[in-house]
């Protein structure tokens, strides 16, 4: 009995390391973006360009905004090969006064999430 629990605790750690080693790489252009100033109640938007640099395809899954007054914009589920890259536009609703940071989750397949963020400030 001891042996299996001490196999399936080897099994469960070894499935872990496989899980977060998949491989998945890439790169962030605008991974941090410096707005400005932002005219308050005034959206504004920038892109973000993720570049696959690893050896597989990869799909973006997901993008999920840290707050309601961000919003993504992107193509769910879109595959990018070694070297391509996939867009996303980030659109902010300008609905803040004074110095702001805001963050997004860029969700990649194979577990691989990547923070990005942008600042601004809020001005009347």
């Avoid at 890439?26 to 993720?50: A, D, H, L, Q, R």
Wanted: aromatic fraction near 10%.
């Amino acid at each position: 009995m001891k042996f299996f629990l001490v196999l399936i605790a080897f099994l469960g750690i070894s499935i872990g390391a496989i899980a977060q080693d998949n491989g998945a790489k890439v790169s962030i252009k605008n991974e941090t973006y410096n707005m400005g100033k932002v005219t308050f109640g005034k959206p504004v938007e920038y892109w973000v360009e993720v570049t696959n640099t690893s050896k597989e395809t990869l799909k973006l899954e997901g993008v999920r905004a840290g707050c309601g007054c961000t919003t993504p914009d992107f193509t769910p589920n879109q595959q990018f090969k070694p070297g391509e890259t996939v867009k996303i536009k980030i659109q902010f609703n300008g609905s803040v006064l004074g110095k702001f940071t805001r963050f997004t989750d860029i969700i990649i397949s194979g577990g691989l999430v990547k923070q990005t963020s942008f600042t601004g400030e809020g001005v009347q």
